[in-house]
Nanobody, 124 residues
């Protein structure tokens, strides 16, 4: 059983940066593909970014491409989401998720393990 805990959310102004962290425990971290998802009020959960098991491959949604960067540190069992040029529409609860397997999937149903999320609020 993999336990996931996110941190780093907060309230920032538009244009600011934030770095989210995701700590995983209870499994062999390097065997999991990791993803970040977000859910805004009244909206469905959506894929933000994903990183392969080795960290060599990443994938991003079009909404955040060029502004967000996902990375991982397998030695620390951690995944990060560096967010820059934040916009009010980035306001959401951000979730970290893990899936056993090599591929990055955009669908949340492909991920078996989830954290409880961290709130990101961007004011205009």
């Amino acid at each position: 059983q993999v336990r996931i805990v996110e941190s780093g959310g907060g309230l920032v102004q538009a244009g600011a940066s934030l770095r989210l962290s995701c700590a995983a425990s209870g499994g062999t971290f390097s065997t999991y593909t990791m993803g970040w998802f977000r859910q805004a009020p009244g909206k469905e959960r959506e894929f933000v970014a994903g990183v392969s098991r080795s960290g060599s491959s990443t994938s991003y949604s079009d909404d955040i491409k060029g502004r967000f960067t996902i990375s991982r540190d397998n030695a620390k069992s951690a995944v990060y989401l560096q967010m820059t040029v934040l916009k009010p529409e980035d306001t959401a609860v951000y979730y970290c998720a893990a899936r056993a397997g090599a591929s990055i999937y955009y669908s949340g149903s492909a991920y078996a393990y989830w954290g409880k999320g961290t709130q990101v609020t961007v004011s205009s």
